[in-house]
């Protein structure tokens, strides 16, 4: 089963974690700065608004019951069922944009959700850079206003600047159309030798405003530290 998705315009947020030597010495702002450029990524919002424009497109593209059911019958089942779909995208050139593979899926009527297992989506940039996300379990609704990545969840792409990025953590939780993601589970991310950890966050892009809570730490390697390790 395949299908063109037709997906959300969501620009990427850089990741810069290297000092400026003209700029001066601010010790707490730089920290704050890198710290937030760090989490505040926008990779697993990105990747999640992809995911929720395929499961959009799976829900409209279902097949219909026949008879409507009776007042009082509804119950939690779903009402269709596709295994092992893959869903792609290509642009204008006939390049791939977006693949998204899941094992299972399940649709139901009562609520308007979407259950996938064992969910894969790629995302392949212009500038040659590729997204990927992984999850024993996806939950979107209907209409692709909230996404969640359950069991295991993990998205990895290449900052700008060359450096390998990872967000991992047991739940995420975006809603693409307010630009929001967060989890109430522990959460990493990493960039480099960098690395992030807190036992839950969430971040709003509209605003910029990224909320750690819980035990918190943060490992903030120099560019220069962290290229002389490698």
Not at 79 to 86: A, I, K, N, P
Not at 198 to 209: K, R, T, V
Not at 211 to 220: C, D, E, F, S, W
Request: glycine share 8%; hydrophobic share 35%.
């Amino acid at each position: 089963m395949s299908g063109e998705l037709h997906l959300p315009d969501l620009p990427e947020v850089p990741v810069s974690l290297g000092k400026d030597p003209g700029a001066p010495c601010q010790p707490r702002l730089a920290w704050r700065a890198r710290l937030g450029s760090l989490a505040g990524t926008a990779l697993p919002l990105f990747t999640m608004a992809v995911l929720a424009a395929g499961t959009w497109w799976l829900v409209k593209n279902a097949p219909q019951a026949e008879t409507a059911r009776p007042a009082g019958s509804v119950r939690h089942v779903p009402d269709y069922q596709v295994e092992h779909f893959t869903l792609e995208r290509y642009d204008a050139q006939g390049r791939p944009t977006t693949r998204i593979e899941g094992e299972h899926s399940r649709h139901y009527p009562d609520t308007d959700e979407i259950e996938i297992d064992t969910v894969h989506v790629l995302f392949y940039h212009p500038d040659g850079r590729v997204t990927r996300a992984t999850a024993r379990e996806a939950l979107a609704s209907g209409d692709g206003s909230k996404v969640q990545l359950m069991g295991a969840a993990h998205v990895i792409s290449t900052s700008t600047s060359g450096d390998t990025v990872t967000m991992l953590g047991e739940e995420l939780t975006a809603e693409p159309k307010q630009r929001r993601v967060s989890s109430d589970k522990p959460v990493s991310v990493r960039q480099g030798s960098t690395e992030v950890t807190a036992d839950a966050f969430s971040y709003d892009q509209a605003s910029g405003l990224l909320t750690l809570k819980g035990h918190t730490r943060a490992v903030l390697v120099p560019r220069a530290a962290s290229a002389a390790q490698r």
